[in-house]
């Protein structure tokens, strides 16, 4: 009885453990893009304060 339980167990524990680094591996692609999406995010922010400065000087000159 008690290999039957024990055999269960290591069954489990061998579906579990893929499962596990399945999760882990989505876990860090999903920080990646998100790292992605901030950088991305930053850059547009970045490149749309730049073209207002640019028009606010061009304005200015008129």
């Given at each position: 009885m008690m290999n039957v339980i024990k055999n269960g167990?290591?069954?489990l524990?061998?579906?579990?453990v893929?499962?596990?680094k399945m999760v882990e591996s989505l876990t860090i692609?999903?920080?990646e893009r998100d790292d992605q999406m901030?950088?991305?995010m930053k850059r547009i922010l970045?490149?749309?304060?730049?073209?207002l400065t640019n028009e606010e000087?061009?304005?200015e000159n008129l």
């Open positions: 167990v290591t069954s524990e061998e579906q579990v893929p499962l596990i692609s999903f920080k901030a950088f991305i970045d490149l749309i304060r730049k073209r000087v061009s304005n």
